[in-house]
């Protein structure tokens, strides 16, 4: 009996979850993969960095600019193929690429903890495009 009652109460939830995702439809991420990819590298180095942890930065500011370069390359999906989307994209490729060269000259924590936060603001403004914000 509690066995029967556990999988309907696991079946419901996973049923909820199933709905949930198809009322909803796809998130950015699942519309736009080279966002989803910058993500992981964004935010595989920003949290580190809030806790005073620069070095994966320092380890993967080459990777970020690649990643910021294919999302700028990529199609944007219809949506959110506006004018401020265009703009944000090309400040976060060249945003990238400008902390790539200072991490690569050996920057002082500070200089390159600020570049990053500017860096984690457009996404974030990038992210607040895909889902209608005013930015």
Do not use: Y
């Amino acid at each position: 009996m509690k066995n029967t009652i556990i999988s309907g109460i696991a079946l419901a939830f996973l049923l909820s979850i199933a709905f949930s995702n198809s009322a909803s439809g796809q998130s950015a991420m699942d519309k736009w993969p080279e966002l989803k990819t910058f993500h992981g590298v964004m935010s595989q180095t920003f949290h580190p960095m809030e806790e005073g942890n620069f070095d994966p930065i320092r380890k993967r500011s080459g990777e970020m600019a690649e990643k910021a370069a294919a999302l700028a390359k990529s199609a944007i999906p219809a949506e959110f193929n506006k004018p401020a989307m265009i703009s944000a994209v090309k400040a976060l490729k060249s945003g990238s690429k400008k902390l790539d060269k200072v991490v690569k000259k050996g920057a002082a924590d500070e200089v390159v903890g600020k570049q990053l936060v500017s860096l984690h603001d457009t996404f974030h403004t990038i992210v607040g495009i895909c889902r209608g914000e005013d930015h």
